[in-house]
């Protein structure tokens, strides 16, 4: 009986699909991180655990993807792209996997009673942070084409766009960090006012500010890697 391979399916129809398949898979962790922080404005430490599982779910398998690629891929591929650049690509896509893993893994149960002026800018960093992943995300799925016209062209023009519209994101999620980070701390100095925040709120709050910069620049890296491949 013929038996057939999923991966090797999958590079049967493009060397890039296993890999596009894979960022859409780590997206669809990112994409829930909005839901996450606004679930830390209700201090409902039911549907926080919900949101983080939700986030969690579709990691492991992404990771089993990135595994089968590396067994997978062919040693020699007829385009116009070295394997070790479509193996560095992955990489880049399994460090914002582990990102967002990471996010889904903090004990926000314990971080509650925000502000809400300072919940809406975290709601706002994290909307930023998911903005940028999906700009990359939408580079990768570009790589089909960019292969079709040889990395040349109006559809290499259009990536280039893409790409400084990336870093652009991740800029501007860099540039809420600051401001934030001093809101979030503010308030402990305040203490004899009545208005400090619980002691676990602004470390974890922190961490998870950190983390979503952190997303955001992982996510920009991936243009970093792709642009020179255009510019050869």
Known sequence: MKTTNP?????????????????????SAV????????????ADVSDITSRQDAIRAPVPQASALAREIRLHLPRSLFMP???RDLLELLDRQEWIG???????????????????????ALLNLTRSATATCQ???????????????????????RVETMIQTLDRLAGET???????ARALFAPIDDAGQG?????????????LVR???????RAARIGDHLLPLIAR
């Open 31 to 42: 994409v829930q991180l909005p839901a996450l922080v606004e679930a830390l404005g209700t």
């Open 7 to 27: 991966i090797a399916a999958l590079f049967g129809r493009s060397p890039f699909g296993p890999t596009q398949e894979h960022m859409r898979l780590v997206q």
């Open 174 to 180: 860099d540039a809420q960090v600051p401001a934030l």
């Open 211 to 217: 983390a979503l910069s952190a997303l955001a620049n």
């Open 81 to 83: 792209v070295d394997r």
């Open 195 to 207: 208005d400090a925040l619980p002691p676990a709120t602004p470390p974890l709050t922190h961490q």
């Open 98 to 120: 582990r990102e967002v893993r990471a996010i889904a893994d903090l004990p926000l149960q314990h971080a509650m009673r925000l502000p809400t002026e300072l919940h809406t």
């Open 135 to 157: 700009q990359a995300t939408a580079i990768v799925d570009e790589i089909d084409e960019l292969i079709e016209t040889g990395f040349r062209g109006p559809e290499a023009t």
